[in-house]
């Protein structure tokens, strides 16, 4: 564990559940990714963690930010982001959030549908747009599906249109799904853009730019590529694709810039057993699905425990949240042991738990807190 965060759990010993995450490994991953891909300008995807101290250092830093609403524009703004360091990165965005922004300066707007396009030359003239795409999912542990982009054909037609209406037909970004452990998974979209770009190009529309979003991967219980790996396999397919016309790149990186740098803290509320004779163990905490371990479901995300006890005799376990709903059960499928050792009253940390997780928490469900946070 980060030496940091573990002589502030030891030193103050705050009130659980609560995340404790240092903002200089913020630093440190803005940094790593910038070395792995030069060429990128980064945008911080403000949902992962968007606390006033890592807006505050990513914007010291020269990070760019993607919003998903005019709420998250604000807080980028209060972190002293300027406005065309803002991208405003929803496809699905109301009226008065776009007026919002547009004038506040933000210029970068995203798109995937004809409504939204129209909707944009109307309340943000001028301003540059990119439409997203779907592409493969294949490969993240955390799905995006279909909800966001739209298919090639629909794209090209688009961004035609974006210029007609007045809008600058700025770029394409797609999304590869979040916590991506396929460095491939990039490449394939790549090669997608690469032709929208040529397409457009007979067409007399010359884009400019390529977001990669976001989806690069963090440890967890298993290990996945180092970022050089994306980095690579990233300049890659551009090199191979663009040649020496690179258009300007753009990744969002949400989950790499954030997660590893918190832990949660968590009391062990309960340990028992539904029958005398029963080999698991249920292990009831004082955080769950609905104080922001959101990322459980499906067991999608299955984060590392460590325990006073670790390194002692374990035996299999489900963990489960605090609350009432049984759809508060963390872990049944994903093979999770503890110590035997582990009881009622012990602290127990969750490893690299500082993306998606403090906004995700659920306002009082059941009386429960919301998440404490310390950022240091
Ligand atoms: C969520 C999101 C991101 C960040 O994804 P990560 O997997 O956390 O890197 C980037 N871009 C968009 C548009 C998103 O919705």
């Not at 505050?56 to 604000?74: H, K, N, P, V």
């Not at 396929?182 to 032709?195: D, L, P």
């Not at 730019?209 to 967890?220: A, D, K, S, W």
Request: charged fraction near 25%; hydrophobic fraction near 45%; include cysteine.
């Amino acid at each position: 564990m980060n030496p940091k965060i573990a002589a502030y759990l030891r030193d103050r010993a705050p009130a659980t559940p609560c995340l404790v995450l240092d903002v200089d490994t913020v630093e440190a991953n803005y940094r790593r990714l910038m070395a792995a891909m030069p060429l990128a300008r980064v945008y911080y995807a403000v949902k992962a963690n968007p606390a006033a101290p890592i807006l505050e250092r990513l914007t010291s830093l020269g990070s760019a930010f993607d919003a998903a609403s005019w709420e998250e524009i604000e807080m980028c703004l209060e972190a002293g982001a300027r406005p065309d360091a803002i991208s405003f990165g929803n496809t699905v965005k109301k009226v008065s959030a776009i007026q919002a922004a547009h004038e506040a300066g933000v210029t970068m707007f995203a798109f995937d549908s004809e409504p939204e396009l129209l909707k944009l030359a109307r309340h943000a003239p001028g301003a540059r747009v990119y439409c997203r795409i779907l592409v493969e999912n294949k490969g993240a542990e955390w799905p995006l599906s279909r909800k966001f982009g739209c298919e090639v054909e629909m794209a090209k037609k688009l961004m035609v249109q974006a210029g007609e209406l007045g809008l600058d037909p700025y770029g394409i970004s797609f999304h590869v799904g979040s916590q991506q452990t396929s460095t491939g998974a990039y490449e394939a979209a790549i090669a997608r853009v690469a032709m929208i770009f040529t397409d457009l190009k007979e067409a007399g529309i010359n884009l400019r730019m390529v977001n990669l979003g976001g989806g690069y991967p963090v440890r967890y219980r298993a290990e996945v590529p180092e970022i050089d790996a994306f980095g690579d396999a990233i300049m890659g397919a551009m090199a191979a694709h663009f040649g020496n016309a690179l258009p300007e790149i753009v990744v969002e990186p949400g989950r790499f810039m954030v997660a590893d740098a918190g832990v949660v803290e968590a009391e062990v509320v309960l340990v028992s057993r539904k029958g005398e004779e029963d080999p698991v163990r249920w292990v009831y905490l004082d955080i769950g699905r609905f104080g922001g371990l959101a990322e459980t479901e499906g067991e999608a995300i299955r984060y590392a425990f460590r325990t006073p006890h670790d390194g002692d005799a374990e035996g299999p376990v489900t963990i489960a949240g605090p609350t009432c709903d049984s759809a508060d059960t963390l872990y049944e499928k994903s093979n999770y042991r503890l110590p035997l050792a582990l009881e009622g009253g012990d602290r127990v940390q969750l490893l690299s738990t500082g993306a998606y997780v403090t906004t995700y928490a659920a306002q009082r469900f059941n009386g429960f807190r919301p998440l404490a946070e310390h950022y240091i």
